[in-house]
Nanobody, 125 residues
Framework: QVQLVEAGGGLVQAGGSLRLSCAAS????????MGWFRQAPGKEREFVGC????????NYADSVKGRFTVSRDNAKSTVYLQMNGLKAEDTAVYYC??????????????????WGQGTQVTVSS
């Protein structure tokens, strides 16, 4: 079983920054892509960004492009989400996800096999 554990959520003022982390552990797992999603109250889970574990290539939702950065530390089996210029509309529970499968639409939550428990990010205006 693979476990993904997020950390780093909290309360921040608009314009501020937070860095989320997601550590993978458990049985041998070769991640291909790790992604970040978020879900605000009353809304569907939405794609935030993802990273190819092999190449380091990234992809982002338009709503966060230029403000958020996904990175990884292979040695620590950890992926990060650096969030700058936070806005009230970024308030949500943030989830990390992972898959070892190629050739998927990684902006689709259905592409991922493993999920973390989520961490709350609240941005006050």
């Amino acid at each position: 079983q693979v476990q993904l554990v997020e950390a780093g959520g909290g309360l921040v003022q608009a314009g501020g920054s937070l860095r989320l982390s997601c550590a993978a552990s458990g049985r041998t797992f070769s991640a291909y892509v790790m992604g970040w999603f978020r879900q605000a109250p009353g809304k569907e889970r939405e794609f935030v960004g993802c990273i190819n574990w092999i190449t380091g290539g990234t992809n982002y939702a338009d709503s966060v492009k230029g403000r958020f950065t996904v990175s990884r530390d292979n040695a620590k089996s950890t992926v990060y989400l650096q969030m700058n210029g936070l806005k009230a509309e970024d308030t949500a529970v943030y989830y990390c996800a992972a898959t070892s499968s190629p050739f998927r639409d990684y902006a689709d939550a259905g592409a991922y096999d493993y999920w973390g428990q989520g961490t709350q990010v609240t941005v006050s205006s």
